[in-house]
């Protein structure tokens, strides 16, 4: 029997407490059982746990349990991204050690993660700052580096020269170091680097296949891939220069081209840079600056002509050659054919520079407003002014035109990537340490397998200047394995993407102490269901593919893609409010602390602060962050309401995909609902234990054939009805509805009569309300697992919650098996009945003159006639 009132603080307590005794979400490998993989990013250890994560792990919990309930054998793991910049910053700021700052921070998290309920095997917890979990990291790195796919190369670091330390980005704010505040410089040493290129077909192609993903995800993916189909070939160059050797993705539009361009570092502009000092000049301007993408877009397109003509591959003409900003050394060949009608860049430069801009390509119908800017489109076009190539769509022209300057202009197709190899070093303290040996004789070598794991030292000085394992000979002076001679262990660690690259991989199997991972992830794998943030749309998970089919490479793990579902939340978003000093400096206030005003239409009249009573300027509604001081402390809401209120709240609030707005009241009205579900309970378990004590427990009550009262078909129609709603929605992950169609279906048993004294002919009323009962707890039991736990017993269940049956939709309850008609004498409304469909004229007969009504008007006259309109009406005349 349950307590009167719902205290969710006992409840809580309790039935965690129950499931942990229990070790209810343990999970082993049954290979007679279909397995559920189920997998919420694992945290970054930070200190607190936000909305953020608050969501991203009900979302997660849900459909774990969800997927219990419906048979499968589910694993649900969690653990730490513990390694990273943070706990750097951290030591440097509260002189604690890096590592002992990350423990503290989980076991923190890891109590409130167990304040929420969430269905976690915690016996395969995986926190990648442990050797246990780094040393496979290491290994397998060395494996890499044997065949070749991790290498060294030069690469370019943020350098800051006061505090002589390579910097990670996030450390370079507006140009300048973070803590010297010096310009930052740029410095090119030599990095480790991982060869995803040599995937990157592979990593491609399966795109199309992973049909689980959202299509935006993939298309981020395909982006960034970037596979570009595209032709090199010559141009002669007038003199006794070389030829020209361009790259283009767009041979179609050769007849196009007006004017040629080459980099500033080209050998050809190098040449006539000698004897011409502006030009000298001039390329020393384009060295200095930036060449990102984003600047290049915006930059003013500058040029040099140089003294020489290039030659038309095809019609020989005489082209201006220029030396271009916009032109890039380091791609392609860093020479451009330019073509202004049909690349922007190239329109902006002629512009500029008075140069032609000739239309190849037009609109199947109709034409392109050249004057405007580039007509850059590929599809529905078709070729002009092209000669021998005229009246091609794209594909037919690329190829002809392509077949033309591989014949005649020393050409070849080839295939692009945007895609480079993935820098993995990090100048950093707190990474998994590299395990590469460096000797002058012999090179950079893999640690043995016997050496390692390499440990990283734990209890360190920390001063924030650079790594502290680059002054630690302790840590760096090492034998070289292969001669014997003194040699330099890698003071670099792996940037924090590789730990996240496998550990759903580990979890399958995180106590393997023999291996990076054993057969049991073959059980497991693929990810069934991946629950995170669209942040990590392209970096997260295309490492994390990368890394898979690297390991399924080395004979590790046996399918190629990691996830099979992949569901990207929306972020929690929240009001801003702020003042501004007459300085300009801007202060944000938490909207906890604000009161907001509201005219007597409703409409918001104004904002102050709670504190001094004073005017606050609203900013609108943005994600929430320490930064606008608009978080909303999950902790704080779990002490007050609990964590199946919150739960319920942010499963309600939005569907998972979308932004979630925060919304007090609604928090308010999740917890009514639990209250009201917890009382209606309540008062039906005194009538609920006599009809399980008269059946023998379970109120297995028969519904085969129709009950003859109306209203208890009418509820058992509602409660099958919602619960295939339900099912459906379940299906869809549109938990809001779900809950929605829950509430609809409380209010529906809320409304229906039961007898509460014990009486013969009321079974069936205190059954359908059992029955209507356990199938809103056990649909409600994913969202709000403690209560139902509880509920779900006082309803009189033996067995846990968790591991009920998911109900079973009667389609019999469901059929609408009786109709509403219309009762006239002599053609005026005199009543109505409900009536079995199909019932047949002399039922409807006998059914209409059972109304009292009905019955007064008929008297004593005879029934002359019945008129039946089906499912309608029944007209009796008298006489
Ligand atoms: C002619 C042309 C005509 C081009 C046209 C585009 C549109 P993606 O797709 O990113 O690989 N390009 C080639 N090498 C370059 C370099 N070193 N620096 C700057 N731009 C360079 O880009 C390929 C296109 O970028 C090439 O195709 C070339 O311009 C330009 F209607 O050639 B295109
Ligand atoms: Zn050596």
């Known amino acids: 029997m349950i307590e009167q009132h719902y205290r969710p603080e006992i409840v809580e307590a309790d039935v965690q407490h129950y499931w942990d005794a229990g070790e209810c979400f343990r999970v082993t490998e049954d290979p007679s059982r279909e397995k559920y993989y189920c997998l919420s990013m694992f945290p970054y250890p930070s200190g607190r746990l936000h ?90 790195f060395t494996r890499l580096l044997k065949k070749g796919l991790a290498y060294k190369k030069m690469a370019t670091v943020n350098w800051d020269p006061v505090d002589q330390t390579v910097l990670a980005n996030e450390q370079v704010i507006d140009g300048r170091g973070w803590r010297s505040g010096a310009p930052v410089e740029r410095r090119d040493i030599p990095q480790w680097f991982i060869r995803i290129t040599a995937y990157a077909d592979e990593l491609l192609a399966e795109l199309d296949n992973l049909s689980g993903w959202p299509e935006a995800v993939r298309t981020m993916q395909r982006n960034w891939i970037g596979r570009s189909a595209g032709v090199e070939f010559d141009f002669g160059v007038e003199g006794d220069n070389a030829p020209l050797r361009v790259y283009t993705t767009r041979p179609d539009t050769v007849m196009g081209v007006t004017y040629m361009a080459v980099a500033a570092e080209h050998p050809l502009a190098a040449k006539y840079a000698e004897g011409d000092p502006p030009l000298a000049a001039f390329i020393d301007e384009c060295r200095r600056t930036d060449v990102t993408e984003a600047a290049l877009e915006k930059m003013e397109k500058k040029g040099h002509r140089l003294p020489v003509h290039a030659l038309h591959p095809v019609t020989g003409e005489q082209l201006p050659l220029f030396v271009a900003n916009f032109v890039l050394m380091a791609y392609g060949t860093g020479a451009v054919m330019a073509v202004p009608g049909h690349d922007q860049r190239d329109w902006e430069f002629a512009r500029a520079h008075g140069i032609e801009i000739r239309q190849v390509v037009r609109p199947v119908d109709g034409d392109a407003d050249l004057e405007a800017g580039a007509y850059i489109a590929k599809e529905a076009t078709v070729s002009c002014n092209s000669g021998q190539f005229d009246g091609l769509d794209f594909q037919a ?51 043995p397998d016997e050496q390692l794991p390499v440990l990283l030292p734990e209890n360190v000085e920390f001063q924030g200047v650079g790594s502290p394992l680059a002054n630690m000979p302790e840590f760096y002076a090492t034998a070289c394995p292969q001669c014997g001679g003194a040699a330099r262990r890698e003071t670099d660690t792996f940037d924090t993407f590789v730990e996240s690259s496998w550990y759903f991989a580990r979890y399958a199997c995180a106590d393997h102490d023999g291996g990076m991972v054993d057969r049991r992830a073959d059980y497991w794998l693929p990810v069934d269901q991946y629950v995170g943030g669209i942040e990590h749309a392209v970096l997260h998970l295309l490492y994390a593919r990368f890394f898979q089919k690297l390991m399924r490479d080395e004979g590790l793990v046996d399918v190629d893609e990691p996830f099979t579902n992949l569901l990207t939340q929306g972020m929690v978003l929240n009001e801003i409010f702020y003042r501004k000093t007459e300085e300009g400096r801007i202060t944000y206030f938490n909207p906890a602390d ?126 099958h009805a ?32 039961v007898p509460q004294a014990a009486g013969d002919g009321d079974e069936a009323r205190v059954a359908v309300v059992l029955e209507a009962l356990a199938i809103l707890v056990a649909v409600l039991a994913p969202i709000v697992p403690h209560v139902a736990h509880v509920l779900w017993r006082a309803l009189g269940q033996v067995d846990d919650v968790i591991d009920a049956r998911w109900p079973e939709v009667d389609a019999g309850a469901l059929e609408r098996d009786t109709v509403e008609m219309v009762v006239q004498v002599n053609g005026k409304l005199r009543g109505h009945i409900e009536i079995e469909s199909g019932a047949d004229e002399e039922r409807i007969r006998a059914a209409a003159l059972s109304e009292e009504k009905v019955r007064r008007h008929v008297g004593d006259s005879s029934i002359r006639r019945v008129i039946v309109v089906p499912g309608k009406l029944v007209n009796l005349v008298v006489g």
């Open 722 to 753: 919602a619960l295939e709603r339900i099912n459906r929605d379940y299906q869809r992950y549109q938990f809001n509805t779900v809950v929605a169609a829950c509430m609809e279906l409380l209010n529906a048993i809320d409304r229906f009569d």
């Open 51 to 140: 909305m953020g994560h608050v969501r991203n792990y009900t979302i997660g919990d849900v459909i774990s349990r969800y997927q219990r309930m419906r048979g499968k054998n589910v694993l649900q793991p969690m653990g730490w991204d513990a390694f990273g910049l943070p706990a750097e910053n951290a030591a440097i700021q509260s002189q604690v050690p890096p590592a002992r700052w990350t423990y503290d921070n989980i076991a923190h998290m890891k109590v409130q993660l167990r304040r929420l309920g969430f269905a976690y095997d915690w016996g395969r917890e995986v926190t990648t700052c442990r050797p246990e979990y780094y040393r496979w990291e290491q290994w397998f």
């Open 594 to 719: 604000v009161d907001v005003q509201t005219d007597q239409r409703g409409a918001r009249a104004g904002a102050a602060l709670r504190t001094d009573g004073q005017p606050v300027i609203s900013a609108g509604i943005g994600t929430m962050s320490k930064s606008k001081n608009n978080g909303v402390d999950p902790q704080a809401l779990i002490d007050r309401f609990g964590a199946d209120t919150v739960r319920l709240f942010v499963m309600f609030a939005a569907p998972p995909e979308h932004t979630l707005e925060w919304n007090d009241d609604a928090v308010l009205g999740a917890n009514r609902f639990l209250r009201r579900l917890w009382a209606l309970v309540h008062s039906h378990q005194a009538a609920i234990a006599r009809l399980n004590a008269g059946r023998c427990g379970n109120g297995g009550f028969d519904w085969a054939g129709s009950h003859p009262d109306p209203q208890v078909r009418a509820l058992r129609a509602a409660a």
């Open 397 to 447: 022209c690329f190829d002809a035109t392509a077949e033309y300057l591989t014949q005649h202009a020393n050409g070849e197709r080839t295939t692009r990537y945007r895609l480079r190899d993935w820098g993995v070093g990090r100048q950093r303290y707190w990474g998994c340490p590299i395990p590469v040996i460096n000797c002058d004789q012999c090179g950079a070598l893999p640690v």
